[in-house]
């Protein structure tokens, strides 16, 4: 008999639990729902006017918002392709370097060859 209550106990325990974190997670999702739903409210309720100072309606102003997000996005891409390109420019700058020098060693080598070569021709 007390094990069958010590495991209703623990039962009752784990639902308990359980539930309180359910509504931990409503609690966030309802506070995550006023943040959206303020956020859309002040983007309704911003004025966007057009050239002639008439303001624009809802469709206009999220299409203007669009336009705005698109340009946006276009110049962070543009700043991370830039980036990608200055450290892959780097990387070829080093190796044309590297091959630079590479060449100078062997231009002294083969000097040094020929060299040695007239010597032993002369001889």
């Known amino acids: 008999m007390k094990t069958k209550t010590f495991l ?18 409503l609690e966030k999702i309802h506070e ?3 943040k959206a739903k ?11 006017t057009d050239e002639d100072g ?3 309606e809802f469709v206009d102003k999220m299409v203007v918002k ?6 946006e996005l276009e110049h962070k891409i543009g700043e991370v392709v830039e980036k990608m ?11 044309i370097n590297s091959l630079e020098e590479e060449v100078k060693s062997l231009s002294k080598e083969l000097s040094l060859v020929k060299s040695r070569l007239e010597e032993l021709e002369a001889k």
């Open 54 to 56: 008439n303001e624009l």
């Open 66 to 71: 669009m336009h705005e997000a698109k340009q």
């Open 38 to 48: 303020d956020g859309i409210n002040n983007f309704v309720k911003e004025k966007i």
């Open 32 to 34: 995550y729902s006023e």
């Open 8 to 25: 209703e106990l623990m039962t009752l325990s784990s639902n308990l639990y359980v539930i309180a974190k359910d509504t931990n997670a």
């Open 85 to 95: 390109y200055a450290k892959m420019s780097i990387a070829h700058v080093n190796q």
